[in-house]
């Protein structure tokens, strides 16, 4: 990937951060909005972590199943992350790799589209008046009548191409030795978030090795889950096959 390739994920960066801040603004903006954004996410991720204890109890997938759940999926606020990449977005290009780039552009447009689709859905909860008390039910019909289906699907795809980028990362030489002297000049600079994303994410892909059946069971098991829930399945969390 060349000058050309980095300067379009910059220009994805600066297009999805101004977003995701913009949305994240909105919901701080009103105290309940953020409390009720905390607590559907905290059930969100209370049901990836039973949809994905096989792998967070894998010594080999454990490291890379709780970045996905806590980095890109999770409740966690990436506010301070956000605001760092802002900050150093004009030298981004000259120091980091375009990999590295395309990592970070991807993971803020899957931040800007999960602060949407949950403020779509808090919005929903409440209307059923769920919110204070979320159910799996409450969440199913929550779920289907935000539709969205399209940025379901967009955002499924977007944490498969995540995957995919930290595995071609983990590929490249050199990168685990710079992200690794990188450490204390980014902590001094005040990148500290940012630099812990990256090296979380390199770090739990180069334990895994391969991540080819570890890609695989997440998109899979998360596509199994949209359809159910867009089905009006019973128990739309079950993944066929598995106890």
């Given at each position: 990937m060349g000058s050309e390739g980095k300067e379009h994920w910059i220009a994805e960066l600066r297009r999805h951060l101004a977003a995701a801040k913009a949305l994240r603004a909105e919901a701080n903006a009103d105290?309940?909005?953020?409390?009720?954004?905390?607590?559907?996410?905290?059930?969100?991720?209370?049901r990836l972590a039973a949809t994905y204890r096989d792998l967070l109890d894998s010594e080999r997938y454990r490291a890379a199943a709780r970045f996905f759940l806590t980095d890109l999926y999770g409740p966690k606020d990436f506010s301070e992350r956000d605001h760092e990449v802002e900050r150093v977005l004009p030298t981004m290009s000259a120091t980091l790799p375009a990999a590295g780039i395309r990592t970070i552009a991807l993971a803020i447009e899957v931040d800007a589209l999960s602060e949407e689709l949950d403020a779509a859905m808090v919005a929903e909860l409440r209307r059923a008046r769920a919110m204070a008390k979320i159910t799996g039910k409450a969440y199913a019909e929550a779920y289907r009548r935000c539709g969205r289906r399209d940025h379901r699907e967009l955002q499924l795809r977007l944490i498969g191409e995540i995957g995919e980028a930290l595995a071609a990362l983990v590929r490249k030489p050199l990168v685990h030795a710079a992200l690794r002297l990188m450490r204390g000049p980014a902590k001094l600079a005040g990148l500290a978030e940012l630099h812990a994303f990256l090296e979380d994410g390199y770090n739990a892909f180069h334990t895994m090795g391969d991540s080819t059946e570890f890609l695989a069971a997440i998109t899979t098991r998360e596509a199994i889950v949209l359809q159910q829930l867009f089905d009006g399945a019973a128990r739309p969390f079950d993944i066929p096959g598995e106890d």
């Open positions: 105290p309940r909005m953020a409390q009720d954004r905390l607590r559907l996410r905290g059930w969100q991720a209370d």
